[in-house]
């Protein structure tokens, strides 16, 4: 299989048919092999059964049926699990992506790269509720995992399949795929994409997910920088915090048997206690998520590292 397209569904009964239509011309003219696989995240429309009919005259589609609303993170993790094309492209349901813009993708992969996001350049969402707040979480989340994107939000992106195989997603970490593969070593392009109004429904998201981003960013650069060396990141804040007190603790002494202030009203003889004791705890939570990374990885062979590509030595 050449090419698999993923497109995540949830209440998008009035776009399916439009959407189906409009990809299957696109994919036709590429002449290569492909698959369509939708995922219903617990719609409560006729979703299901418009994909159920298409699926059942078309055998390049794949439905998968989610007992229940997951989320769009676990929707693009099943289609990832049952994805047998050697690029794999992820598409909204709602037709503000364009099926057009998808030969523009495979292009910039065949081009040598291993990632390639879509830009939504000339967005077409209101500006106060969305354009804005996705511009500055844009310029936060590239700043603070070193992988530069105009649209970490864009959904239309294209993976090449062992990069995108290699990468477990939970949570809300779909919009940050593109700083996990950096990760693995991918390489990560960009290319300008169309956008539309929203033709039907509503759109699921909106300010309201912004401490769900915020706490998913800090998920993203620990697991970026510490996954496999937690005691690095706790161990020195531990010294840090540790070194603070016993300085300030030493103060304290010198000037109890140098100068006779008494220390039994000093407000800083609790404060260099605690943070000594708050530097041991983060010392041993270091320890204990050593002890954590070393399980994970040895319990299900999980390595820390990914090989691109070998070379000789026979088979």
């Known amino acids: 299989m050449d090419i698999s397209v993923v497109i995540p569904v949830m209440d998008e009964e009035e776009s399916l048919e439009e959407l189906y239509s409009s990809l299957k011309g696109v994919l036709d003219k590429l002449g290569k092999s492909y698959e369509i696989i939708f995922i219903d995240d617990g719609s409560k429309d006729d979703s299901f059964k418009i994909l159920k009919n298409l699926a059942e005259k078309d055998r390049d589609v794949l439905v998968i049926r989610f007992r229940a609303n997951f989320g769009q993170t676990a929707a693009l993790s099943a289609g990832f699990k049952y994805a047998k094309g050697d690029i794999i492209v992820t598409l909204d349901a709602d037709l503000q992506n364009e099926p057009e813009d998808i030969p523009k993708l495979l292009e910039k992969i065949e081009g040598g790269y291993d990632v390639v996001s879509g830009w939504r350049k000339e967005r077409k969402d209101k500006l106060l509720t969305r354009r804005i707040p996705s511009f500055l979480a ?178």
Not at 239 to 251: E, R, Y
């Open 138 to 315: 844009n310029k936060v989340i590239s700043r603070i995992t070193g992988v530069y994107l105009h649209d970490y939000g864009c959904t239309l992106k294209a993976y090449r399949r062992e990069i995108i195989k290699n990468i477990d997603l939970y949570g809300q970490m779909h919009r940050f795929i593109p700083a996990l593969a950096k990760w693995l070593g991918a390489s990560i392009g960009e290319v300008v994409v169309k956008h539309s109004k929203r033709k039907h429904g509503r759109s699921k998201y909106g300010l309201s997910r912004t401490i769900t981003v915020i706490l998913d960013l800090i998920t993203v650069r620990f697991l970026l920088s510490f996954s496999t060396k937690p005691i690095q990141i706790f161990g020195l804040l531990g010294i840090i915090s540790g070194a603070i007190g016993f300085v300030i603790g030493v103060l304290l002494v010198i000037q109890r048997q140098f100068f006779r202030i008494p220390l039994g009203n000093r407000p800083m003889l609790f404060l260099s206690v605690l943070l000594i004791f708050v530097g041991i705890q983060f010392i041993s939570m270091g320890l204990l998520g050593e002890m954590q990374a070393r399980t994970y990885h040895e319990s299900q062979n999980k390595p820390t590292y990914v090989v691109k590509e070998i070379i000789g030595g026979g088979e």
